[in-house]
């Protein structure tokens, strides 16, 4: 498994206001850690497509996290197996709601949409990780996550207010 910071040296993106996704990749998946304004030029830049994405987590419903949303929608709309979107409830009920005045048609025709607290990632038989979404503190106290991988003690966060306090027993601060 590996986990890329993309959209943060294309020259499309140079701007601190475009900010980057996650893609974290196996031998036979590609999930994505956030949806972005742009996130279909990041993919290309790394020589994939939407529809090569397996899984969508997101973060948070406002658009550094889900301003892409629409546009890989579009471009996966046509694929046979959607990608799933999977984010804790009360992210994926806001975003429906956010969603609403901007398509008459449901996230469900294009996303298979999870309600969850934790994706188990099994890369092999010898190997796991377990990915929690954590509630985090963000500016404008908006409903924002993110995400812990359990056995590689990495977190990952949307737009947040992080104290050390928070997460001291489940990550290493360097």
């Known amino acids: 498994m590996k986990i890329r910071a993309i959209g943060t040296g294309a020259p499309y993106c140079r701007h601190p206001l475009v900010p980057p996704a996650f893609l974290v990749q196996t031998d036979d998946s590609n999930l994505l850690i956030g949806c972005p304004y742009q996130i279909a030029a990041k993919l290309e830049s ?3 497509s939407c529809a090569r994405i397996d899984m969508i987590l997101l973060l948070g419903i406002k ?8 546009e890989f929608a579009r471009r996966v709309e046509e694929l046979d197996d959607k990608p799933m979107l999977v984010a804790p409830a009360s992210l994926i009920e806001a975003l429906k709601k956010r969603l609403l005045g901007v398509s008459s048609r449901p996230l469900e025709q294009y996303f298979e949409v999870i309600s969850t607290q934790k994706v188990v990632i ?3 038989e010898n190997f796991s990780e377990t990915i929690l979404f954590l509630p985090v503190s963000a500016p404008d106290y908006s409903k924002s996550f993110g995400v812990l991988f359990e ?3 990495i977190l990952i966060t949307g737009e947040s207010s992080v104290s050390p306090e928070m997460f001291c027993d489940k990550v290493d601060l360097v």
């Open 46 to 48: 790394i020589s994939l």
């Open 63 to 70: 658009g550094h996290q889900a301003g892409g949303l629409e």
């Open 122 to 124: 099994k890369e092999d």
């Open 151 to 153: 056995e590689s003690r």
